[in-house]
């Protein structure tokens, strides 16, 4: 075996050590394998709770079967804001993070587990989920199936959390800080950016954040006011990550433990 093939499958082997560790802390601690559960449950169970409720009586939901089909994401994404801050920031917070780097001293492998894994969660989180979401949206509310954007909503439905989770991370390493980065995403997310779309004089420019270009990929119908096309706005939100992920790989070479 030549000496570039062993220094190979040697670094191959450390990756997948460190990868264990990282799906051992997953498994083990509380905080962070429930998180993904309760954004798989809110998802699906907020989705066909409002399609039973409302059903084919209120035409807000219907008249755009992407919007009512994961009217769920809405709640279960700030799931997996919390589980992508805790997965990273609560190792800032009690300071870990050292021993860690100490076990890892290559710091781009140890996030680049710590994103992978991650994204994995996501991943799973965003398949069934939006299973789940189709189905109940459709035991209550007919012609779901036969859409021609059925598709790219689906696909934008399993991709999108991925996304969100990848974004999330790289902005809690770039803030190494969770309080901060929790702070700063949850009500971003969940309450400031839904108000700003509808306020005028701001929707133009808040329709490129992450979250409003992602969730844009999974609506049926377009919205003229809406500047890109339903794909465009994925990889809106994919740069938004593939930016945030970066600086966090730069913040995390940068500064000390």
């Given at each position: 075996m030549s000496a570039a093939t062993a220094t190979t499958a040697t670094s191959a082997s450390i990756t997948r050590n460190v990868l264990r560790a990282e799906r051992i802390k997953l498994t083990t601690l509380r905080s962070l394998w429930t998180t993904p559960l309760v954004a798989l449950l809110l998802t699906v169970g907020f989705g066909t709770a409002v399609a039973a409720v409302v059903g084919t009586k209120d035409d807000s939901l219907t008249?755009?079967?992407?919007?009512?089909?994961?009217?769920?994401?809405?709640?279960g994404q700030a799931a997996l804001v919390c589980f992508a801050v805790l997965l990273l920031g609560q190792e800032f917070n009690t300071h870990m993070i050292g021993v860690s780097l100490t076990a890892v001293p290559?710091?781009?492998?140890?996030?680049?587990?710590?994103?992978?894994l991650g994204a994995a969660v996501a991943l799973g989180v965003g398949v069934l989920g939006t299973?789940?979401?189709?189905?109940?949206?459709?035991?209550?509310v007919?012609?779901?199936?036969?859409?021609?954007?059925?598709?790219?909503?689906?696909?934008?439905?399993?991709?999108y959390p991925v996304l969100l989770v990848v974004f999330c991370l790289g902005l809690t390493a770039v803030l190494r800080n969770l309080t901060a980065a929790m702070g700063l995403l949850l009500p971003g997310v969940f309450l400031l950016s839904p108000l700003l779309s509808g306020v005028p004089g701001v929707r133009r420019a808040v329709q490129f954040l992450p979250d409003r270009a992602g969730q844009?990929?999974?609506r049926y119908a377009d919205d003229p006011?809406?500047?890109?096309?339903?794909?465009?706005?994925?990889?809106?939100?994919?740069?938004?990550?593939?930016?945030?992920?970066y600086g966090g790989l730069c913040s995390l070479r940068r500064h000390a433990a």
């Open positions: 008249a755009d079967p992407g919007l009512g089909i994961h009217y769920g994401l809405n709640f290559h710091r781009g492998r140890l996030y680049g587990a710590k994103l992978a299973a789940g979401s189709f189905i109940g949206y459709a035991a209550f007919p012609d779901v199936w036969d859409a021609p954007a059925l598709a790219r909503s689906a696909t934008a439905g399993v991709l844009y990929a999974l006011q809406v500047a890109y096309g339903h794909w465009t706005g994925l990889l809106i939100t994919a740069l938004w990550a593939a930016v945030a992920a």
